[in-house]
């Protein structure tokens, strides 16, 4: 079965084409990496998923439209107020409220040893009764994370999971999501070409439209029809010139 079917997906904001013509399929237990140009439409195409905002053409979770039970999705921020009283153990038990909820409910033991162990698997297990507006921004994206994986999903969505993380921490992320891919398909919006290295099967290439789906290789021809001029990639610190010199300034 495929876990996500997409017909002629397109977005618009007022006159702007965010997302034009998108079809693609992702057979279950996939790894997607969605790359491309900042403004490319690469989150909007997240969004259009988890049903967030307007869209014409066709979205199947599973077979079936508007089947968001399916999916977990982690944001590239959140709208999040940091000063709130709560610490992060408290915000990872949150995400089991989505299956239950009555103003007497109370988190089993059972609830806070699972999310110990999620906090576990990404280091930050020693941060559970502290106060979120303790946490640098690194150790907030990795609660989150572990707060997405608590939901259980089918589908995972991930919109730069590793923002503002050191490569050290980055490389457990993606260790972590490789060992998982075997329970759930993951869709990941990301800038880190060492994730596309080391855990996706496929990628995606969007600007505003779709580039490219297939394999997790990228050349001149791809990389020159996302961006459209020279790009550096960075290799162990040093910039590799992957594609030629254009003519314009």
Request: aromatic fraction near 6%.
């Amino acid at each position: 079965m495929n876990a996500l079917s997409i017909q002629d997906l397109c977005v618009n904001y007022a006159n702007h084409h965010a997302l034009e013509h998108i079809n693609l399929t992702v057979s279950e237990g996939d790894f997607l990496g969605i790359l491309g140009p900042n403004g490319g439409g690469k989150s909007t195409f997240i969004k259009a998923i988890i049903g967030s905002i307007p869209y014409t053409g066709k979205i199947e979770i599973f077979g079936k439209e508007n089947n968001f039970s399916t999916l977990g999705y982690m944001p590239q921020s959140l709208d999040l107020n940091k000063r709130f009283p709560i610490n992060v153990l408290e915000v990872c038990l949150g995400a089991y409220l989505h299956k239950s909820w009555n103003i007497l409910h109370k988190y089993t033991q059972n609830m806070k040893d699972e999310a110990m162990e999620y906090l576990s698997m990404l280091g930050i297990e020693h941060l559970a009764y502290r106060g979120i507006t303790e946490l640098s921004g690194g150790e907030f994206q990795k609660m989150l994370l572990a707060r997405t994986l608590l939901t259980k999903p089918k589908l995972l969505l991930l919109d730069e999971p590793t923002a503002n993380i050191d490569p050290q921490s980055s490389q457990l992320i993606f260790e972590l999501l490789a060992k998982l891919n075997s329970k759930m398909t993951i869709i990941m919006v990301t800038h880190d070409l060492t994730a596309i290295a080391s855990c996706v099967k496929s990628i995606a290439c969007l600007s505003q439209t779709l580039i490219y789906h297939g394999e997790p290789k990228l050349n001149a021809e791809i990389m020159t029809e996302m961006y459209g001029c020279p790009i550096d990639l960075i290799a162990h610190g040093h910039p590799h010139r992957v594609l030629p010199h254009h003519s314009h300034d």
